[in-house]
């Protein structure tokens, strides 16, 4: 069974920085993209950034970029989202989701989310 | 950067009725398209993905259509365990883009 688990939210000043842990299980980790989700209370589903099944491509949503890093450990079977210079916009629940496959088209295919961990950004 | 529009942000329908959701790509994605359901305080759920594929254990009253910058998720007779919020999602490139979402309620 797939199992994906967030963790390393909280709450943050604006300008600190987070990282957040997704600890997976159920599948053979390295063969498969991951991405970061989130969704702001009350809000829709925002793409935050994915990682190839290796490790050595990694891609941004514009309005993260050059202040988070995705990284993952596959001998570790997890990912990690470095979070830097947060603001309060990025309020959110931040799920991990694994993709259809390690790279391509399909790694887009978000078929397993994790549970979410919430990230507060305030004074 | 393609921008995905769904319609209508929300709606309310009778149990049994016909539900279409509509969503527009800005640019061609032939069809990677993927239809997610979030049901409240849950997580997304895949629905449908190649614009017209039912995920494993789907019900059969959704369905998907559409290519190129035109999709369309229809439920054909509305359930009470469909409420939720429907998001379409591109994957033709490596950045992901989600629809604004449309809540689907039961009058």
């Known amino acids: 069974e797939v199992q994906l688990l967030e963790s390393g939210g909280g709450l943050v000043q604006p300008g600190g920085s987070l990282r957040l842990s997704c600890a997976a299980s159920?599948?053979?980790?390295?063969?498969?993209?991951m991405s970061w989700v989130r969704q702001a209370p009350g809000k829709g589903l925002e793409w935050v950034s994915a990682?190839?099944?290796?490790?050595?491509?990694?891609y941004y949503a514009d309005s993260v970029k050059g202040r988070f890093t995705i990284s993952r450990d596959n001998s570790k079977n997890t990912l990690y989202l470095q979070m830097n210079s947060l603001r309060a916009e990025d309020t959110a629940v931040y799920y991990c989701?694994?993709?259809?496959?390690?790279?391509?088209?399909?790694?887009?295919?978000?078929?397993?989310w994790g549970q979410g961990t919430l990230v507060t950004v305030s004074s | 950067d393609i921008q995905m529009t769904q319609s209508p942000s929300s709606l309310s329908a009778s149990v049994g009725d016909r539900v279409t959701i509509t969503c527009r790509a800005s640019?061609?994605?032939?069809?990677?398209l993927a239809w997610y359901q979030q049901k409240p305080g849950k997580v997304p759920k895949l629905l449908i993905y190649?614009?017209?594929t039912l995920q494993s254990g789907v019900p059969s009253r959704f369905s998907g259509s559409g290519s190129g910058t035109d999709f369309t998720l229809t439920i054909s007779s509305l359930q009470p365990e469909d409420v939720a919020t429907y998001y379409c999602?591109?994957?033709?490139?490596?950045?992901?883009?989600f629809g604004g979402g449309t809540k689907v309620e039961i009058k």
């Open positions: 190649a614009a017209s």
């Open positions: 990682i190839s099944g290796s490790g050595g491509s990694t």
């Open positions: 640019q061609g994605i032939s069809n990677y």
């Open positions: 999602q591109k994957y033709n490139s490596a950045l992901l883009t």
């Open positions: 159920g599948f053979t980790f390295s063969s498969y993209a």
């Open positions: 989701a694994k993709g259809g496959e390690p790279v391509g088209a399909a790694a887009g295919l978000l078929g397993y």
